[in-house]
């Protein structure tokens, strides 16, 4: 197959890791006979410091051209501290979505058994998670209308959907839990929003269509809780913007590091695959992030086109790295010198050599990754 992929490695951490994606996808590639090709852009802080758009129409037009988008992450303090700021690095990746109706978000939530101690939840709560979190990924408090009076006193925030927004990410998270366990629960307030009213209308509207799958309900101050102290009672989760992306964020407590959590926004012509993490600009060019979320996000590319046997050999790359501790150091207390680089070299020699078990640490100290 040949693909061509955008590259928008972004700001902070994001290049770091992005590059040991491109690692997994270049053995890949190597390995399956497929042929990839990479086209780099500008976004978030670097697009500002270098354009004065946090998303240039070049990036755009790469989005467009490409077969898919692999994205780092974006965000830098200087912006963080500074709440009058005009032009923020997030509206480089609100704009994407928008441009390119990346409606539906796709998050999974996997505990590993072999992570269970790095969760700060006891081990019986969460062993066996498996969740997939459904987030409608363009309509919303994000993308509604936004006011601030003159004086700066009052300001506010519109959280506006459509029966259609909330439709076809309904029907994709239907299918979900069709193909899964066939449990959906919708997460909203409909005591209090009634955007999330007219979210369960819709959603119990589309439930007969669905006879294999059963439907229920939490407020998500509720879910929020239910997340942490019984996990595995979930199966497909489908929710609106701003929840999924607080429940999301939560769900990285369950597997132990937010540097595990992959996902992927799909629209009916584009997809973009990321890590869920931010930027962490603080961590940056250190060699200690986590580049696994973005290894698996760009597994989750290959699942896409259907490369199922290509996406489940960098899983078992990523499964062989975390039994063997060859992880950074947010989840690592056995060795102290595994960077961001020696995980990505790890999968790659893994994707070559899948049958090969036995880690030379030598090579790993030396700055290599070789199996033995």
Known sequence: MKLNIAVLPGDGIGPEVTAQAVKALKAIAMEFNHVFTFQNGLVGAIAIDKTDNPLPEETINICKKADAILFGAIGDTKYDIDPNAKIRPEQGLLGIRKKLDLHTNIRPIIAYDDLLTKSSLKIKQIKDTNILIYRELTGGIYFGEKKLSEDGNTASDICQYSRHEIERVAHAAFQAAEARKGKLTLVDKANVLESSRLWRRVVQELEPQYPKVTLDYLFIDNAAMELIINPRQFDVILTENMFGDILSEEASVIVGSIGLLASTSIGEKHAMFEPIHGAYTKSANKGIANPIA???????????????????????????????????????????????????????????????????????????????
């Open 294 to 372: 973005s290894i698996l996000s760009a597994a989750m590319l290959l699942d896409h086109f259907g490369l199922y046997d290509e996406a489940a050999r960098i899983r078992e790359g990523v499964d062989k790295s975390l039994k063997l501790h060859i992880t950074t150091p947010d989840l690592n207390t056995k060795y102290d010198n595994i960077s961001t680089t020696k995980v990505g070299d790890f999968i790659e020699d893994f994707i070559h050599n899948p049958d090969e078990t036995n880690l030379n640490f030598t090579n790993i100290h030396l700055g290599q990754s070789t199996i033995i």
